[in-house]
C-alpha cells in the first residue's frame, strides 16, 4: 500500500507522486485508485489500488540498484543489433514499458553505443532521451541528488567507456 505523497515509479510514465487515494465506482462496483501525478509531465494518472501491483507500479530503487544500473551503463559487451530500426524500437520500447530500470538502462547503452557509429534518427534520439530522461529523474530522487549531477554522471560513464 502507498501512502499520499510517497514517490513510486509507474512503468513508461516514470517517476510520479501519488496525490490522493479515491473510490470511483465502475459498472455499480466501488474500487480505490490511486491518483497519481507524473513529475516529469504533470499528467495524472488513476491506478486501480488492488491491480497496482500488475500494473507495475514500484517502489523507487535503492541506492545499491543504483550501482547495478551504473554496471549496465559500464558494460561494453554490447551486441551490435542489426536487426531494421522498427523491431529495434519494438522491442526497447517493451523494455521501457517494462517498468524495470534496469531494462531501461540497456536501452540506454545500446542506444549509446548506436549513436558512435551512425547518426541516429528522430526515432532513436527520441528514444534515447526517454530512457535517459526515466533513469536520470528515479536515480537522482533515490540518491537525493540534483539531476544535472546524475546526467554528468551518466556522460561520464558513457565518455570513459569510449576511451577505454
Known amino acids: 500500500m502507498y501512502q499520499i505523497g510517497e514517490v513510486a515509479v509507474y512503468p513508461g510514465h516514470g517517476v510520479g507522486r501519488i496525490e490522493s487515494i479515491e473510490k470511483k465506482e465502475f459498472s455499480g462496483t466501488k474500487q480505490a485508485f490511486y491518483i497519481m501525478r507524473i513529475l516529469d509531465s504533470d499528467m495524472t494518472i488513476m491506478i486501480p489500488v488492488d491491480g497496482a501491483n500488475n500494473a507495475g507500479l514500484r517502489r523507487l530503487i535503492s541506492s545499491g540498484d543504483v550501482k547495478k544500473v551504473y554496471n549496465i551503463l559500464k558494460d561494453k559487451h554490447i551486441a551490435q ?4 530500426w522498427n523491431r529495434r524500437y519494438k522491442e526497447y ?3 521501457i514499458k517494462s517498468g524495470s530500470i534496469f531494462e531501461v ?5 545500446e542506444l549509446y553505443s ?3 557509429s551512425k ?5 532513436e534520439k527520441k528514444m534515447f532521451e526517454i530512457a535517459q530522461n526515466l533513469i536520470k529523474k528515479e536515480i537522482s530522487l533515490s540518491l537525493d541528488k540534483k539531476e544535472h549531477d546524475v546526467e554528468k554522471e551518466i556522460e561520464r560513464i558513457f565518455s570513459k567507456k569510449h576511451k577505454d
Open 93 to 95: 520500447m517493451g523494455k
Open 81 to 84: 543489433d542489426n536487426s531494421p
Open 114 to 116: 548506436l549513436k558512435l
Open 119 to 123: 547518426e541516429l534518427s528522430f526515432g
Open 105 to 109: 538502462a540497456m536501452v540506454l547503452r
